[in-house]
């Protein structure tokens, strides 16, 4: 999501009486490559580009297939295969062994509905939804570049009653399964071949405690575009020039942490506040929330004085699905010392959490490393909704 927002912001600075635009997707992946379906970059007409669909290695000459786009107004789908070390289609032997589509789409900002346009309702959204993109087509009325959103209270729009129709149940399995899908349909005039992805919210960090070890959390999260709030119920912590990365920093007494603190199946819960009692009373308050992580800073002899005092002073019996969401100590173990060591320790930690990994070295999956369907082993963005459930509002 943060990709979106970057794209977003630099396609609101472009000066479209000189400049003209298109927008590059990820949206087949079969073997290996360095971004996943749904990886999106903007590309202006001087050769400037915001966000990546490699590591590097394509940029250029998507760019160069940019230009013919814009200049045709009309949407296309390259492939690259980068399998062959010898091959020399781009002019170097990538070796990445992938085989990967791009849809390329021009940008008309005298039209309402273009693709960035789309990318910021995802934003203003703020809740898990899907979209359909049509990157191949036999079909006359049903073009490359068209598509169909859907969200959770199975509101479907898109470039055609046909094309809704035709994808409305499968967009809401996507979001019922979490699961985004490459599909063919055949039409009376025709196959066509659609990239199904889903659409989730950024990670929402929540962090108890203003604390100046929270500091490094905060701008961490930051730049990997997490939404960053933190919460204490002493005024004086909470001073600005201390969370200058903070989209949010609210006063909560620790009594009212459930009724005046919002959390939803996006949020991920720390609590590093270094006070027992209030660490007590948060958790008391929180357990029992759709947050699927609670990382609690400190040793493991005080989180077990913390499930102790659930258990006795608030008659609290945390269940095995709790204790799972809890992290207690919290953090991957990375040999963390320092305040901005123990930041990278619980940042990685969550972004594994929320992407269902173990946070293990890489070298010793036996696996590959992006998630793949067995059949075509084609490649799709991993995600981990583990609390979330369709047609549900968060609180």
């Given at each position: 999501m943060k990709e979106f927002k970057t794209i977003i912001e630099a396609y609101k600075q472009v000066d479209f009486?000189?400049?003209?635009?298109?927008?590059?997707?990820?949206?087949?992946?079969?073997?290996?490559?360095?971004?996943?379906?749904?990886?999106?970059?903007?590309?202006?007409d001087n050769g400037r580009w915001v966000g990546s669909i490699s590591g590097g290695c394509l940029e250029g000459d998507a760019l160069r297939k940019a230009r013919q786009v814009i200049m045709?107004?009309?949407?296309?789908?390259?492939?690259?295969?980068?399998?062959?070390?010898?091959?020399?289609?781009?002019?170097?032997?990538?070796?990445?062994?992938?085989?990967?589509?791009?849809?390329?789409?021009?940008?008309?900002?005298?039209?309402?509905?273009?693709?960035?346009?789309?990318?910021?309702s995802y934003i203003t959204y703020g809740n898990i939804g899907a979209s359909a993109s049509v990157f191949e087509s036999e079909a006359a009325n049903i073009p490359v570049g068209s598509k169909v959103g859907y969200n959770d209270l199975e509101k479907t729009t898109g470039s055609s009653e046909q094309l809704i129709e035709l994808l409305h149940e499968d967009l809401a399995e996507v979001v019922t399964n979490q699961k985004p899908e490459i599909k063919e349909y055949f039409t009376t005039q025709g196959r066509i071949?659609?990239?199904l992805e889903l659409i989730q919210p950024n990670i929402d960090l929540l962090i108890f405690g203003g604390g100046f070890d929270a500091k490094p959390v905060t701008e961490l999260a930051h730049i990997l575009g997490w939404n960053v709030r933190v919460t204490d119920e002493c005024v004086a912590h909470l001073v600005p020039i201390n969370f200058p990365k903070a989209d949010q920093m609210q006063s909560c007494k620790r009594e009212f942490v459930q009724k005046e603190i919002k959390i939803t199946p996006f949020t991920a819960i720390v609590l590093m506040s270094h006070n027992l009692k209030y660490d007590e009373e948060v958790?008391?308050?929180?357990?029992?929330?759709?947050?699927?992580?609670?990382?609690?800073?400190?040793?493991?002899?005080?989180?077990?004085?913390?499930f102790d005092a659930l258990k006795e002073k608030?008659?609290?019996?945390?269940?095995?699905?709790?204790?799972?969401?809890?992290?207690?100590?919290?953090?991957?173990?990375?040999?963390?010392?320092?305040?901005?060591?123990?930041?990278?320790?619980i940042i990685?930690?969550?972004?594994?959490?929320?992407?269902?990994?173990?946070?293990g070295f890489i070298k010793y999956r036996t696996g590959p490393i992006h998630h793949r369907d067995g059949k075509e082993d084609q490649v799709f963005r991993q995600v981990y909704l583990k609390n979330f459930f369709p047609n549900q509002k968060a609180n």
């Open positions: 009486t000189k400049r003209k635009a298109a927008l590059a997707t990820v949206v087949q992946v079969k073997g290996s490559s360095y971004r996943s379906p749904g990886a999106r970059m903007l590309m202006l045709n107004k009309t949407p296309r789908t390259v492939t690259y295969d980068t399998s062959n070390d010898d091959d020399n289609q781009l002019g170097i032997g990538l070796g990445c062994n992938g085989i990967i589509d791009i849809l390329i789409e021009p940008i008309a900002p005298e039209h309402a509905n273009h693709p960035i346009t789309l990318l910021e071949k659609v990239f958790l008391s308050q929180i357990i029992g929330s759709k947050a699927p992580y609670i990382g609690i800073l400190g040793p493991k002899k005080r989180a077990t004085k913390l608030y008659h609290i019996e945390p269940t095995a699905e709790q204790m799972e969401r809890i992290h207690a100590p919290i953090g991957l173990d990375i040999g963390a010392e320092t305040p901005d060591e123990i930041a990278v320790s990685s930690e969550i972004q594994a959490k929320f992407s269902n990994r173990s946070g």
